[in-house]
Antibody, heavy 114, light 107 residues
Framework: EVQLVESGGGLVQPGRSLKLSCAAS????????MAWVRQAPKKGLEWVAT????????YYPDSVKGRFTISRDNAKSSLYLQMNSLKSEDTATYYC???????WGQGVMVTVSS | DIQLTQSPSTLPASLGERVTISCRAS??????LNWYQQKPDGTVKRLIY???TLESGVPSRFSGSGSGTDYSLSISSLESEDFAMYYC?????????FGAGTKLELK
């Protein structure tokens, strides 16, 4: 059974950093692109980042480019999202998803507030 | 960037009714479109991928169609568990983009 479990969320002040993790199991992690998707409170879904199988290629929307970094550790079957220079508009539930967006985690909440 | 215009934003419907949700792309996305259901607890489930392929385990009352810039999700006979949020997603090009969502609610 495919499982994706996010962790690392919480309350953080504007301008500070936070790193999210996603532990994957039930499939060969190194064979799949992985992604992060977020959802601000009462809002829709927004794609945040994608990483290739080896980690050599990454993709971001303009809203987070230069501030967020997606990475992975295939030996640990883990996906990460380093979030720097956080803004109030980054407040959201963050989901990790497998390539094709067919499997999603349960999400982790990030609140950016002073 | 490719914009997805999803409509309607809210869809009141009754049990047993047939409903259709539309998703229009700002340029051709060559059938690179998925449909998702999100429940109030936040759980996201893929229903349809590549425009019209039904995800394993998803009831056959769900169907997808479309081409070019116009796509739709239909539910043939609504059941109580179908009342939820629905989103389309295009993955033809980066940035991948979602529609704004449709809230399917009980009339």
């Amino acid at each position: 059974e495919v499982q994706l479990v996010e962790s690392g969320g919480g309350l953080v002040q504007p301008g500070r950093s936070l790193k999210l993790s996603c532990a994957a199991s039930g499939f060969t992690f190194s064979n799949y692109y992985m992604a992060w998707v977020r959802q601000a409170p009462k809002k829709g879904l927004e794609w945040v980042a994608t990483i290739s199988t080896s980690g050599s290629r990454t993709y971001y929307p303009d809203s987070v480019k230069g501030r967020f970094t997606i990475s992975r550790d295939n030996a640990k079957s883990s996906l990460y999202l380093q979030m720097n220079s956080l803004k109030s508009e980054d407040t959201a539930t963050y989901y990790c998803a497998r390539d094709g967006y067919n499997y999603w985690g349960q999400g982790v909440m990030v609140t950016v507030s002073s | 960037d490719i914009q997805l215009t999803q409509s309607p934003s809210t869809l009141p419907a009754s049990l047993g009714e047939r409903v259709t949700i539309s998703c229009r792309a700002s340029q051709s996305i060559s059938n690179s479109l998925n449909w998702y259901q999100q429940k109030p607890d936040g759980t996201v489930k893929r229903l349809i991928y590549s425009t019209s392929t039904l995800e394993s385990g998803v009831p056959s009352r769900f169907s997808g169609s479309g081409s070019g810039t116009d796509y739709s999700l239909s539910i043939s006979s609504l059941e109580s568990e179908d009342f939820a949020m629905y989103y389309c997603l295009q993955y033809a090009t980066y940035p991948h983009t979602f529609g704004a969502g449709t809230k399917l609610e009980l009339k």
